[in-house]
């Protein structure tokens, strides 16, 4: 292929990715925002909706869009820190889909220049990272989180089209 096409076709994946890396993140969010209801009561919602933002982006190292949440983040690093160790625990099942989105993450940022390595490193330490899963291709992983974001009743179940049979 030759590298004016091989360019095109990134320009086009990564943002595809990039899309499914965020699904992966909502559905966290979604799921330690239950998980906080229950564990900490005495917050109030719009306090653990910040700490969840914050979790997840300490975990994917970026920066926070709502700056809400960034101040929330350092008034309350103690607390963001001891959510963060004991987060493992807390994303069950959400595992082996939250390695593949924090190795895509990881890759679409090489591709944008960007060395986001330090996110892996930290969640192999916090006990997130499957390291023994394979990396998936990234139409298996997108199947998987388009999968994952129907059963959360965030994207509609894609309908075969019907075609005209003679």
């Given at each position: 292929?030759?590298?004016?096409?091989?360019?095109?076709?990134?320009?086009?994946?990564?943002?595809?990715?990039?899309?499914?890396?965020?699904?992966?993140?909502?559905?966290?969010?979604?799921?330690?925002?239950?998980?906080?209801?229950?564990?900490?009561?005495?917050?109030?919602?719009?306090?653990?909706?910040?700490?969840?933002?914050?979790l997840i982006?300490?975990?994917?190292?970026?920066?926070?869009?709502?700056?809400?949440?960034?101040?929330?983040?350092?008034?309350?690093?103690?607390?963001?820190?001891?959510?963060?160790?004991?987060?493992?625990?807390?994303?069950?099942?959400?595992?082996?889909?939250?390695?593949?989105?924090?190795?895509?993450?990881?890759?679409?940022?090489?591709?944008?220049?960007?060395n986001s390595?330090?996110?892996?490193?930290?969640?192999?330490?916090?006990?997130?990272?499957?390291?023994?899963?394979?990396?998936?291709?990234?139409?298996?992983?997108?199947?998987?989180?388009?999968?994952?974001?129907?059963?959360?009743?965030?994207?509609?179940?894609?309908?075969?089209?019907?075609?005209?049979?003679?």
């Amino acid at each position: 292929m030759a590298v004016q096409e091989q360019g095109l076709v990134e320009n086009k994946i990564l943002p595809l990715m990039r899309e499914a890396v965020l699904l992966v993140r909502m559905v966290l969010h979604r799921k330690l925002v239950e998980s906080l209801a229950e564990r900490r009561p005495e917050l109030s919602a719009s306090a653990r909706v910040q700490l969840c933002g914050a979790l997840i982006n300490n975990l994917f190292g970026t920066r926070p869009e709502d700056e809400a949440v960034l101040h929330f983040g350092r008034e309350h690093r103690h607390m963001v820190e001891e959510e963060l160790r004991g987060l493992a625990g807390q994303v069950g099942l959400l595992k082996p889909v939250l390695t593949d989105a924090l190795r895509m993450h990881t890759i679409c940022d090489e591709q944008e220049g960007i060395n986001s390595t330090a996110s892996l490193l930290m969640a192999r330490a916090l006990g997130v990272l499957e390291e023994d899963r394979s990396l998936p291709l990234p139409s298996t992983f997108m199947l998987a989180v388009r999968t994952l974001a129907v059963a959360e009743g965030l994207a509609h179940p894609l309908i075969a089209a019907e075609t005209d049979a003679d």
